[in-house]
């Protein structure tokens, strides 16, 4: 069983940065997938950033340039640093974590899922 926390959500003035992580207990290769989605209210939940074994990373169009995934595979930890944040970047964000090596982009190819962190950017 995997479990994940999330922490460093907040709220923040547009511009602002924040930093998100994602410690993850249990079974957790470095090869796994880990990723970051996020849903607005009555809105999807939509696929932000993702990393896997080799350095590789992904980006949604909205975030590319302004937000880095990043992991510690000795903490079995995941960050996303987000700058220049922006009042549509308003959500709850989650963690998620995906064994079966399938595409970033999907969130049905994540097995775990965070209990999220709420990211509030006023303007």
């Known amino acids: 069983q995997v479990q994940l926390v999330e922490s460093g959500g907040g709220l923040v003035q547009a511009g602002d940065s924040l930093r998100l992580s994602c410690a993850a207990s249990g079974r957790i290769f470095s090869s796994s997938l880990m990723g970051w989605f996020r849903q607005a209210p009555g809105k999807e939940r939509e696929f932000v950033a993702a990393t896997r074994f080799g350095g590789y990373t992904y980006y949604a169009d909205s975030v590319k340039g302004r937000f880095t995934i990043s992991r510690d595979n000795a903490k079995n930890t995941v960050y996303l640093q987000m700058n220049s944040l922006k009042p549509e970047d308003t959500a709850v964000y989650y963690c998620?974590?995906?064994?079966?090596?399938?595409?970033?982009?999907?969130?049905?190819?994540?097995?775990?899922w965070g209990q999220g962190t709420q990211v509030t950017v006023s303007s």
């Open positions: 998620a974590v995906g064994l079966r090596g399938g595409s970033a982009y999907a969130a049905n190819e994540y097995n775990y």
